[in-house]
């Protein structure tokens, strides 16, 4: 039976903070292999990436994800006892929960909301002189996804819940101090959301019915039972908190838009749909979240290789994006290529594969587009902006990955 190759160091964890997103596409390169093995957090790992990669992780009838994530990661971004970890019907119905709530009138309806807090915003920023949009998209998200969701965000809190849900995102992959502040952050934020589903539960606090805060609280899992509190609250910040996180992509857009101006023309032009392909070019193109993981589920063989139960598995999302056997020059930003694309839902995902209602791509794939499109258009036709000398470095082994100035803006104007 042939081997996995095995990578040469016997713990492969200092290499992977080195080399962050590109980790696994290095070593497929040097093995010639899209599959390898490695010790990875004191386990063994297998590290996978490409596009028949990718179908064989979601076949869930091989994978499960209960046990799958790193410990460091369920104490910061995902919490205890969400989605992420679960299988089988109940991991279905609680998708179920989490699909009814992206309806396109829901989704045009936090567009809608966040679209009059960009606007609010502009009218700040003509009065400051440096603006740090990565740190202003943060606040206009975090305020127009709390009304979205029936959440009550007082003014005086808005800072507060808007850096620890940032606190969340920046820390599972850390190391020291940026690692350590992500998990007061999640018990802050898992308190606070506790406290809400409390509220909607006793009626203290009049939430409407198709709200998220509404049908997270209210739901019941195939076993008859309400969520517990505590679980209620990490589904809660699992709305919150990744809507908050398209301030990543958006200011990736703004950085496109910066270095690519023939893109802010095309997009002035609107032939073709060209926003569609721009935003779906900024999720490629710039890295993101970088791989997901999950376990064998029983002993089983893929071309001769042996894939024991239990054994990690982990897929390279950055990786399979830049694939160069699916995308013709791949470090090329070129959102042309998406109007002609025939991809499929295993070849290209920033945000996971296979299907949105019964496996676990993310389900907020649709808002993260629509968000982008508003923030795209506001940049293009409701401001004018000058973009200072800054460090726009993106660094590879930071994860997540951000321009280094997080996007300095200066000479702010409303128009239009
Ligand atoms: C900022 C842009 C976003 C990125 C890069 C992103 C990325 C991802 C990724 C990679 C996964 C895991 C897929 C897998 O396990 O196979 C995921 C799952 C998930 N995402 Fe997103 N996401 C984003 C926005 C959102 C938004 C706006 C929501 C709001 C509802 C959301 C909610 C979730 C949930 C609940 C899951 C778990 C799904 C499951 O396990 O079935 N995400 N996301």
Not at 116 to 123: E, L, N, P, T
Not at 152 to 165: A, C, I, K, M, Y
Not at 364 to 392: C, D, F, H, I
Request: glycine fraction near 6%.
């Amino acid at each position: 039976m042939p081997q996995i190759p095995r990578d040469r160091w016997p713990e492969s964890t200092p290499a992977l903070l080195i080399e962050g997103y590109r980790f696994i596409s290095n070593r497929c390169r040097r093995y010639r292999s899209d599959i390898f093995e490695a010790r990875l957090l004191l386990r063994k790992t297998i590290c996978m990436k490409g596009e028949e990669a990718s179908r064989l992780f979601y076949d869930t009838e091989r994978f499960q994800r209960k046990g799958a994530a790193p410990m460091r990661v369920k104490n910061t971004l995902f919490g205890w006892g969400g989605i992420q970890g679960l299988d089988g019907e109940t991991h279905r119905s609680r998708k179920q929960m989490f699909m009814s709530l992206m309806t396109p009138k829901a989704i045009r309806r936090l567009v809608d909301l966040t679209a009059a807090q960009w606007s609010k915003a502009i009218g700040k920023w003509e009065n400051m002189g440096r603006v740090v949009l990565f740190d202003e998209v943060n606040e206009i998200l975090s305020r127009a996804v709390c009304t979205w969701a029936g959440v009550p965000l007082e003014e005086s809190q808005v800072g507060l819940r808007t850096n620890d849900f940032v606190k969340l995102i920046e820390s599972p992959a850390a190391v020291g101090p940026r690692h350590w502040r992500g998990i007061p952050a999640r018990v802050r934020s898992e308190k606070w959301a506790a406290a809400i589903i409390q509220d909607v539960r006793s009626g203290r606090l009049d939430a409407s019915e198709g709200s998220a805060v509404y049908v997270i609280a209210m739901h019941r899992d195939p076993d008859g039972k309400m969520l517990s509190r505590h679980t209620a609250a990490v589904e809660l910040l699992n709305v919150l908190r990744p809507t908050v996180a398209v301030s990543r992509f958006i200011t990736f857009a703004a950085l496109a838009l910066h270095e690519y101006p023939e893109c802010r023309r095309k997009l002035l032009e609107d032939k073709d749909d060209y926003a569609e392909l721009f935003v779906q070019e900024v999720r490629r193109f710039y890295p993101f979240f970088p791989a997901v993981a999950a376990r064998v589920r029983h002993d089983f063989e893929w071309k001769g290789y042996r894939f024991p139960k239990g054994r990690r598995v982990i897929l390279d999302l950055y990786g399979t994006d830049h694939d160069p056997l699916v995308w013709e020059n791949p470090h090329e930003f070129r959102p042309e290529r998406f109007g002609m694309w025939e991809g499929n839902a295993y070849n290209f995902i920033p945000q996971g594969g296979s299907d949105h209602f019964t496996n676990h791509r993310c389900p907020g794939e649709w808002v993260t587009k629509e968000l982008m499109k508003t923030a795209v258009s506001m940049l293009n036709t409701s401001m004018e902006y000058e973009v200072p000398r800054q460090n726009l470095k993106i660094s590879l082994s930071r994860m997540p990955a951000i321009p280094k100035s997080r996007f300095v803006v200066s000479g702010v104007k409303r128009i239009g």
